[in-house]
């Protein structure tokens, strides 16, 4: 009975372990959902900013392109899931600032000398940071129903539930990017200037707001070094599946002013309709086999790194 009693025991504090880890996870993330949710401004900011980016930014180039010649070209719908990935970077990444906020108010304290694994506080942040950037890259995904976008069908709807996992994955990485680094910040007004010096480079160099096609070789480079980059690809190859994004380029371009004038009004109509020449966009980079491999081992990497960042915590 005795052996029994002691071969039962170690299983049984197992078991209470994993049922206070697992717990501790629960909690901290329902704090940042309440906490997140009840922050009215930081809801809506959220969703404002990339409207603003969106139909602001892309419709000025938009019009850029009908001056140089690509008239026909689509620029808001290509830009659309860059959009998407970069509310689901900045949203992700700043969550991780709530473990500064607890910091400088004690909560953190309290929480760290508890008998709660740290590593369940940190997946706890982690989670919690990533539901709110998937819930915020869902309502803007929500936007692809519009007839600007892609139309409220059912291959737009199977879109949108494709996505929804290359999402949450990109959530997650991006949160534990942004729990590493703030698991090593002691000031709370530093941090949005360092993530700012991260995160700037990360999204203008990901694709996001241009095709990755015929760039000078060194940001060529540095676009394929960047894990983002992998992660707008699949969200743009997935979105714009079965969709002409190509333009019409003006078979008049690089003619003068004075000799465009001189051509009869029919003429220039027929040359527009018979000689059109295409400029198209790539939408899709990299294999989708890449992308997923790659955006799969930066969220496990960022994930174990973020974790170990913060049971170092005193």
């Known amino acids: ?46 969703f404002v900013q990339p409207l603003v980016y969106l139909f602001l930014l892309g419709t ?11 008239g026909q070209t ?25 473990i500064l906020w607890d910091r400088e108010f004690g909560f ?46 059912l291959s737009t709807f199977g879109k949108c539930l494709a996505l929804m996992p290359v999402i949450l994955l990109l959530s997650l990485g991006m949160t534990s990017l942004g729990v590493a680094i703030a698991a090593n910040m002691k000031s709370f007004e530093g941090f949005p200037i360092v993530m700012n010096f991260i995160l700037l480079p990360l999204f203008f160099l990901s694709g996001a707001m241009f095709p990755l096609q015929g760039l000078p070789k060194w940001m060529d480079v540095l676009t394929k070094l960047n ?20 333009g019409m380029m003006n078979p008049l371009q690089g003619l ?22 295409s400029s198209e966009f790539k939408a899709q980079a990299f294999p989708v086999w890449l992308d997923v491999l790659v955006l ?4 496990t990497v960022m994930l174990a790194i973020a974790i170990w960042q913060f049971s170092r915590q005193e």
């Open 256 to 277: 003068s002013r004075d000799v465009v004038s001189k051509i009869p009004p029919e003429v220039i109509t027929a040359l527009k309709n018979s000689m059109p020449v």
């Open 108 to 153: 953190l304290k309290e929480v760290l000398v508890s008998p709660v694994p740290r590593s369940s506080v940190a997946l706890g942040k982690i989670v919690g940071g990533a539901t709110t950037a998937f819930l915020q890259g869902l309502v803007l995904l929500a936007l692809a129903f519009l007839p600007n976008f892609f139309g409220f069908s």
């Open 227 to 246: 894990p983002l980059t992998y992660g707008v690809d699949l969200i743009r190859g997935i979105a714009l599946k079965g969709v002409d994004i190509g």
């Open 74 to 98: 689509d620029y808001v719908t290509f830009m659309f899931p860059g959009i998407v990935a970069m509310t689901v970077l900045f949203t992700s990444v700043f969550s991780a600032i709530s």
């Open 296 to 299: 799969l081992g930066f969220s």
């Open 60 to 70: 000025g180039l938009q019009a850029a392109f009908k001056v140089f010649g690509g």
């Open 1 to 46: 009975m005795e052996d029994t009693a002691v071969a039962v025991h170690p299983e049984k504090k197992q078991m209470n372990n994993l049922k206070r880890g697992l717990t501790a996870i629960y909690v901290i993330w329902l704090r940042e959902f309440k906490r997140f949710w009840r922050d009215a401004p930081r809801r809506i900011g959220s």
